[in-house]
Structure formats: structure tokens, C-alpha cells
């Protein structure tokens, strides 16, 4: 199984995955739902932005996504980052709420 990083993770906080999906393959889902479900094997709870194209569809504008995603992020306690980051605006932006807001941020290679 794939191993996440859960360093200074406590059991009792709820994760947000934070990653690039503008312009991949399938929005790059496997690698959401592959982390998902380690966190959650882990005894985690998760908040997974990939869900969102589950429940609306792909078709929508990505300000649909952005919004619906910051609104998951701030109901979690820590925001996971993964993946290559330096092209993603949407990534950037969680970052910055999250370091407004004094949320916890755990980068996967870190």
C-alpha cells in the first residue's frame, strides 16, 4: 500500500489533500483517491477535492471546483500537499488561505 506522510499528524485531525489537477490526466484523481485511502486505512478522516467531479461532473468552470474545494479545506485541520506544485494556481491559493487561517501544512516529500 502507498505510505503518506503522517509526521506531526495527529489521529484526531482531518486531513484536506492538496495537489495539481488543472490540465492532467483525469484530473489526476488516482493520485487524490491513492492518498485518500491511505489516510484513511491509516484511521485518518479525509477531505478529498477529487470527490467534488464525483458528485458535479467535469464540466463545470474551474471557479466551481475552487470554491467547493477551499470550502473542504477549511473544515479540515491540516492541508496535505503532494505532486508537483510549482504550475498550480489552485495549490498556491490553499496555501495562502491556509497560512492565513494558522492551518497546519504537511508537504509528502518533506
Known amino acids: 500500500m502507498f505510505k503518506v506522510n503522517t509526521k506531526n499528524i495527529a489521529l484526531t485531525q482531518t486531513v484536506y489533500l492538496s495537489g495539481p489537477m488543472t490540465g492532467l ?13 491511505a489516510f484513511r486505512a491509516a484511521g485518518y478522516s479525509v477531505k478529498n477535492p477529487a470527490d467534488i467531479s464525483v458528485t458535479h461532473g467535469t464540466d463545470k468552470a474551474y471557479e466551481f471546483y475552487f470554491k467547493r474545494a477551499l ?11 503532494f505532486g508537483d506544485t510549482t504550475q498550480s494556481r489552485g495549490v498556491e491559493m490553499e496555501l495562502q488561505v491556509a497560512k492565513m487561517a494558522g492551518m497546519q501544512v504537511v508537504w509528502e516529500g518533506r
Open 25 to 37: 490526466p483525469d484530473y489526476n484523481r488516482a493520485a487524490f483517491n491513492l492518498r485518500a485511502e
Open 71 to 81: 470550502r473542504m479545506m477549511l473544515d479540515a485541520d491540516v492541508v496535505y500537499v
